[in-house]
């Protein structure tokens, strides 16, 4: 049986120390893949209408939020408070199940951080059924992306380079890796990485273990790994 680390084992939380990979400084050619301050000043306030929404419709704010808190304060981080929060499959599904969650997350990304929620548009394809059962999600997306496409984060040749070779260089140590779930979560690894040229990330997800080692090849110090 697989020994199950502790939840404050499964915070990726490396030394600080000056990374020894360091991309060159971003150009015309090379945007930053994440929201302008204008799409997070959006989203931002879009996020807030969801959750006044959700707790008139009867979800409880407080009973995370302590507990979120105390993790946030664990996450590695550049100067200032931009962060962004990237969903993985299982983090959409999670967030989207449970409104208190969900009312919580809001509320510290409001508070603690200059924060965006981003997917990934790979994660699309895990997500979306067109079954009714994806009326939740739907609900998330929309309030992420704002009905436009603010809050994905396309899935360019570079990145998709990137993660093939972050998945190689995994398959050879001994971590754990799904051969179904893992080159979709090394694209999400490889996003993340390009978003933290320019911003701390926190990847949220159901699989810590998986991108936990995708995210330790990369030796980023300012992307944290943590559970929704």
Known sequence: MRHMPTRE???IDPPHIDPPRTDPPRDGARPYPGLSDAARARQQESLRKLRSE???EGAEPGHHLPELERRASTWPATPGRRRDFLLDTGAVFSLSSNPNLL???IDL???TFDASLLIPMVVLGEVIT???RDVPIRRLIDAVTGGREDGYVQLTDEIAKRAGALLYQVRQSPAPIDDIDAPIDAMVVATAEDLSADSAVTILTTDPEEIGAL?????RTNIAVDVP
């Open 9 to 11: 084992q499964l915070i």
């Open 54 to 56: 959700l707790i008139a």
């Open 103 to 105: 009312v919580d997350y």
């Open 109 to 111: 990304l409001d508070r």
């Open 130 to 132: 067109d079954e009714p």
């Open 215 to 219: 995210v330790g090849v990369t030796e």
